[in-house]
């Protein structure tokens, strides 16, 4: 099929074919092409591509590149750029001092719109607490989709961490709250707190989420929000974490999905307009498949 | 940057009013608004090529015809052109000639498939069919519980002899199911299989034995609407892997443009035959070529408006409108008057997506149901002749009165009359633009945007930085099996610095 060889190609093109250059400091159309089409495919959407195609423009004269290899490494510069390593990824889940100088736990509040990976990254996260020494409680918020609390329980069990659950249909704010109410009493080190897949469109489902946090910081404050987002996503991602920051403040992107062909470029959007940066990524089903968000290995596996 | 097509050809094609004919010069500045505008939506990139290729063949030539503006005109075909795509051979599904028809469900993780089964299901009963669900998604913690509850909530039986959580074998199962389903004389059986990755070439395979073992009269592909540019890339493996003869496109509830739609519908040919859009079982719908391509173009198409409108309403009264709305006099009678117009000419949404201007008011289009609509009249309708001519009187004990009158919140009064008046204002500038009424025709647009949060989203307080952070390391700590940073030796600490061993993370080779 005609478009199935194109796409054949524009996705290889940049990984084999040496980029061409002109002279020093220019690419010729075709390698233009390629570098734009290697960006579009990978989700960075029209505008950011646009943007980095210049700052590679500029960088290539100013650096008056003549191999190919060095075009190339230049375009991973500017991308690993992009994406700010100078962002602070820690993600704050251990306990701390409260405002009367008791140790409160880390309390972590896991958000996104449907089917993304919250409760498997709740799970996955919890896992790697608890392989650290770490007790963990997990607040299971998601008192709306069928079978979402036996769900997380099981995940539970994975991770060895206990599940605090409320009555069917229970509001997900009090669940939320007796969960970091349980884990302050008993001296858990960490709360992750799975909440329901919701549309951010959905201003009813969203309210109810800015509840749950709110309700929790009467207690204790949220150390730390994660939205997850599927690397499947494409522009969409941008209104999500939009109106997810503008809800609960999210502090933290986790980025799913990597397992698959997706690329997940839509994150150098969002990282760019909200400032908040991928702090996790998920890389596949099991317990273990999460790992720390690192711009150069993004990078590479996007120019793969 | 503009958000719409349309905005983007009316700027692109500013110059032109008045020609004869679109020149070259011409299309080629609207096709680049047009790529972009479909990269936007989602659209793939090869097929965008393709799709903007087709338009200017068409443009070509194309007479500029009295009553349209070029950017009109290329508005006009582009939508023809998309809704020839994605409706091209549109069908129903197909049933077996000796029952029980058996539809399997397949598609990538989080896409929908178990909530789509329900949904199914309780379609199907309302067609008339005894359908059974079969549980085979055996991979997803819980996922046999979670489909059992939907098939109790949809009133249909399941099938789920085993319990999950990587227990039982799912190409067993849904032959059983199957069987099951002739012995008791249901006629559809809906066999739901686990998430599975494209590039899983052992799911995959295992799609492909289930697919032997039950010998599907439909294999519907599920895709989330919110996809991007890997629809191409993963509907093509589910194509060539396990085969699908229809697609369903989920969360299109969302805002979400969907061009995965066109992506999905030109690179496999598969009819998409459903469209599902919500979380109550009942959002489901067969699928409507015309709302995704004026969807996924974004643009309040006027035109079509214009057109539908001069259906439902007479000619002059479209004209008086028009004319108040290029004016600035548009009343709240209008507005009441034209919403029941439009309440006469189809599902809400679908319309509202037309509006001109609706671009800056889209989160809140989102919302308006023919429930909320329902609302809106009763405060029109409760409030006094002269504050409907003349909304500007409304102050705060009016609104207290009207509230109280209509039975709502002042909250919704208010709300309800500042949008009024933003949607007033933008019809007027976007009318000038489009060349008819007397308006300013300004292009600056972007007037609205504090509304959105007008209501109700709990402030939340500025995250101050503390000194003392509880921070788990970026490099999360160590003592791990497989993937992860060995950064034990810093574990006492409090918060630790990001960094890690990038030759850890394990992103896949393919
Ligand atoms: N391949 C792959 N699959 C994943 C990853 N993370 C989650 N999944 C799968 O995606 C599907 C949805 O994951 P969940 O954790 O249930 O997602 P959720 O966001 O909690 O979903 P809802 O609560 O229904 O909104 C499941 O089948 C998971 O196994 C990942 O990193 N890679
Ligand atoms: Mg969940």
Avoid: C
Avoid at chain 1, 183 to 203: C, E, M, P, W, Y
Avoid at chain 2, 97 to 107: D, E
Wanted: glycine share 12%; proline share 5%.
């Amino acid at each position: 099929m005609r478009l199935r060889g194109r796409l054949a190609k524009s996705r290889s093109a940049f990984g084999q074919s040496l980029l061409g250059l002109l002279g020093a400091g220019d690419l010729d159309e075709d390698s233009w092409t390629d570098v734009e089409d290697t960006l579009l495919l990978a989700d960075l959407g029209a505008a950011t591509t646009t943007e980095i195609v210049d700052r590679l423009r500029a960088e290539l004269a100013a650096r008056a590149v003549r191999t190919a290899e060095q075009a190339r490494a230049a375009l991973r510069d500017v991308l690993i750029e992009a994406l700010r390593p100078e962002l602070d990824r820690a993600v704050r889940a251990l306990p701390h001092n409260g405002a009367d100088g008791v140790s409160v736990p880390g309390v972590v509040l896991i958000a996104g719109v449907n089917g993304t990976g919250k409760t498997t990254t709740t799970g996955k996260l919890a896992r790697v607490l608890v392989a650290d020494g770490r007790r963990v409680l997990l607040g299971a918020a998601d008192t709306f989709r069928a079978a979402a609390v036996e769900q997380l329980s099981t995940w539970g069990e994975r991770a060895g961490a206990e599940v605090v659950r409320g009555a069917e249909g229970a509001d997900p704010a009090s669940v939320a709250f007796d969960a970091v109410k349980r884990g302050s009493v008993d001296g858990v080190d960490t709360v992750l707190i799975d909440t329901a897949g919701r549309l951010h469109t959905k201003t009813g489902l969203m309210d109810e989420l800015g509840k749950v946090k709110r309700v929790i910081s009467k207690q204790t404050e949220v150390d730390e929000v994660l939205l997850v987002l599927d690397a499947t996503t494409g522009q969409n991602g941008i209104m999500q974490a939009r109106v997810f920051r503008e809800v609960v403040d999210i502090t933290g992107i986790v980025l799913t999905k990597l397992d698959g062909t997706a690329k997940g470029g839509i994150v150098f959007h969002v990282q760019r307009e909200l400032g908040v940066p991928v702090k996790l990524v998920g890389l596949g089903e099991g317990v273990d498949d999460l790992a720390p968000f690192e711009p150069a290995a993004f990078v590479d596996a996007l120019l793969d | 940057m503009f958000d719409t097509l349309s905005d983007r050809l009316t700027s692109a094609l500013a110059g032109l009013r008045g020609k004869g004919r679109l020149s070259d010069a011409d299309i080629d500045a609207t096709a680049r608004e047009i790529r972009i505008a479909l990269l936007e939506a989602d659209v793939a990139l090869p097929v965008v090529r393709q799709f903007v290729a087709q338009i200017k063949e068409r443009a070509k030539g194309s007479e500029v015809s009295g009553a349209l503006n070029p950017a009109q005109q290329v508005i006009k075909i582009v939508n023809e052109e998309l809704i020839g795509i994605l409706g091209g051979a549109t069908r129903r599904l197909e049933l077996a000639k000796v029952p029980p028809t058996v539809i399997m469900l397949a598609g990538l993780q989080g896409s929908g498939k178990t909530t789509l089964a329900g949904k199914l299901a309780l379609w199907l009963r309302s067609q008339g069919h005894t359908p059974l669900l079969v549980a085979a998604d055996l991979q997803r913690p819980n996922a046999v519980t979670q489909l059992q509850i939907v098939g109790q909530q949809a009133g249909v039986q399941v099938y789920a002899p085993e319990p999950g959580n990587g227990v039982g074998d799912p190409v067993d199962v849904s032959r059983r199911g199957v069987a099951e389903a002739r012995a008791r004389h249901y006629d559809i059986v809906v066999v739901d299989t686990a998430g599975r990755l494209g590039i899983d070439a052992e799911m995959m395979r295992q799609a492909v034995d289930i697919r032997d073992a039950v010998r599907p009269n439909e294999i519907l592909f599920v895709i989330d609407a919110m996809i991007g540019q890997d629809a191409v890339s993963t509907s093509e493996a589910f194509r060539d892997g396990v085969g699908f003869s229809g697609v369903v496109l989920t969360k299109l509830d969302g805002d979400a443009r969907g061009g995965a739609a066109l992506s999905v519908r030109q690179v496999t040919g598969a009819p998409i035959l459903f469209a599902s859009n919500g979380e109550r079982l009942e959002d489901f719908d067969v699928f409507h070529p015309d709302r995704m391509a004026s969807r996924i173009l974004g643009m309040g198409d006027l035109l079509t408006l214009i057109e539908q409108a001069e259906q439902a309403f007479d000619a002059e009264q479209a004209e008086q409108t028009a004319a108040k709305i290029g004016s600035g006099d548009l009343t709240l009678e209008d507005f009441l008057e034209q919403m029941l117009a439009i309440r006469k000419m189809g599902p809400i949404a679908n319309l509202l997506g037309m509006l001109p201007g609706a671009a800056g008011m889209k989160e809140q289009l989102a919302q308006v149901d023919d429930k909320q609509l329902d609302r809106l009249q009763a405060i029109i309708r409760g409030m006094t002749p002269a504050e409907r001519a003349d909304p500007k009187i409304i102050n705060a004990s009016r609104r207290q009165r009207i509230a109280r009158g209509s039975g709502v919140a002042v909250s919704e009064v208010n709300q309800l009359v500042e949008r009024f008046f933003e949607a007033r204002k933008m019809m007027q500038q976007m009318a000038g633009r489009f060349g008819f009424g007397a308006g300013p025709g300004r292009r600056g647009r972007k007037a609205r945007k504090g509304g959105k949060k007008g209501k109700g989203r709990g402030p939340t307080p500025p995250r101050t930085p503390r000194a003392l952070p509880g921070g788990l390391p970026a490099g999360l700590p160590g003592g791990l099996p497989s993937g992860m940073p060995d950064l034990s030796e810093l574990s006492g600490l409090d918060q630790l610095p990001p960094g890690f061993d990038p030759s850890k993370l394990r992103f896949p080779k393919k």
